[in-house]
């Protein structure tokens, strides 16, 4: 079993932000595979098979800096390792629409993402993070990441997340090494 996390703010107010692009992604996953969303967990779930893998897409429904709540009750009711989860979230850090998949590492400052790696313990949890541009000048971070994509914005996004989303069907049936040597690079990016 393979859990796959979006993150994101449980909300319409906050649909469609760039701090939601994780949600985004497994929303696209959602569109292509369909199912039904199932309410567990502080969660939504669904469970999809990519490669004849199950796979559990996970929207912890928690506020984005309590993911961590979510994704540990899923990985201990499902005895889930480490190598088999893939976090799904935006980064300042990365200019708008690039993707970057990573082994393991430190949160980066995605503090969704840190509370995920307290809860679990370890630093040892794969990532694919989503650029959305670093904070304009004059801007607070946090009203930043909370605001939406302006309209020149939207066909990069969009390809962003369907580009993620190929990504994580590749990290279900291929693993991390592949996707960091295919869609890390500049090119296709």
Known sequence: MKVVV????PGEKYNGTRHNIGFAVLDELARR???TK??????????????????????PLTMMNLSGRSVGAVTKFY????????VVCDDLALPLGK????????????????????VLGSEAVARLRV????TPE????ADYVLSRFKSDEKTVVET???????GVVDWITSGIEHCMNRYNSSQGN
């Open 79 to 86: 005895k889930v390792e480490l190598s088999d989860i893939l």
């Open 99 to 118: 993707i970057r998949f990573r082994a393991k590492g430190s949160a980066g400052g995605q503090k969704g993402l840190a509370d995920i790696l307290r």
């Open 138 to 141: 004059g801007w607070d971070t």
């Open 33 to 35: 595979s369909g199912g």
């Open 160 to 166: 962003a997340v369907c580009r993620a989303a190929d």
């Open 38 to 59: 199932v309410g567990k967990f502080e969660g939504q779930l669904l469970q999809i098979t990519s490669g004849g893998q199950q796979t559990i897409l996970l929207w």
């Open 6 to 9: 979006g993150l994101g703010n």
């Open 131 to 134: 650029g959305i541009d670093a």
